[in-house]
């Protein structure tokens, strides 16, 4: 079995106070994310529906769950009852649709707009302007079973290390503009949720809260 706990241990002890660690589960087998937990590991992140489905019947019940991958609108209701949050909202429609699902669930849903600054033409999310106007447009305001937490974003899969660099940094600079014209008042909206095994560490320097860590972790996902 690959060292989970050590790994963990390692990568928890990168992190400083104040950032917290989302460890990546998808493809992994429940024996990994149970000898994470038994090192006190709570908050997990899949990226599929149905194989978050069938770990949550068997796992602990106070794991906090992330939803981190695209998510259709027809899976909402499937993760309304349970999910903790989920991070990459792309879409007023999707948005609606938790709000609907929450409702249903009678919950309140803590979710994170995922921004698109990467180059790569494939990544979903929000373009900057894209997300200034569903904070404008105002629908969310009504939204009483979805709280909008803050802001998630991928930066492009290059080795150059400046790039990453600086699309954390404009990721970090919308973060403050957002929350200087809409949440102020907001003490929720805090999270920047960026940084993965191989950019982490620079995501750290341009203000995540929330680092999104699964190979580093959990060793090389088996699809
Ligand atoms: C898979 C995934 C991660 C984790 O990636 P690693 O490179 O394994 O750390 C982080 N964020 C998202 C959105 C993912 O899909």
Redesign the pocket.
């Known amino acids: 079995m690959y060292p989970v706990k050590e790994k963990l241990n390692e990568v928890r002890q990168s992190l400083p106070e104040g950032v917290r660690l989302v460890a990546?589960s998808?493809f992994h087998p429940e024996e990994y994310i149970m000898a994470a937990y038994e090192e006190g590991q709570r908050v997990f992140?899949e990226?599929h529906e149905q194989e978050l489905a069938r770990k949550v019947q068997t796992l602990p019940r106070d794991i906090e769950w992330h939803f981190?991958?695209h998510l259709q609108t027809n899976k909402v209701k499937y993760l309304a009852p349970y999910i903790s949050m989920i991070?990459?909202v792309d879409s007023l429609k999707l948005l609606r649709e938790i709000e609907k699902q929450a409702a249903k669930a009678d919950r309140v849903v803590r979710v994170l707009l995922e921004l698109h600054i990467a180059e790569e033409a494939t990544k979903y999310g929000l373009t900057l302007d894209a997300c200034r106007q569903l904070l404008a447009d105002g629908e969310w305001r009504q939204m009483t079973h979805v709280q909008i937490c803050g802001l998630?974003m991928?930066a492009s899969n290059v080795d150059d290390k400046g790039q990453i660099a600086q699309e954390f940094q404009v990721a970090a600079d919308f973060f403050d503009e957002v929350k200087q014209q809409y949440f102020a008042d907001a003490p929720y909206f805090c999270e920047r949720s960026w940084g993965?095994?191989?950019d982490?560490r620079i995501a750290i320097c341009h203000g995540s809260t929330m680092v999104?860590?699964?190979?580093?972790i959990?060793g090389p996902?088996v699809y």
């Open positions: 990546i998808k992140g990226s981190i991958g991070e990459a998630m991928m993965m095994s191989h982490y999104r860590v699964g190979t580093t959990f996902r």
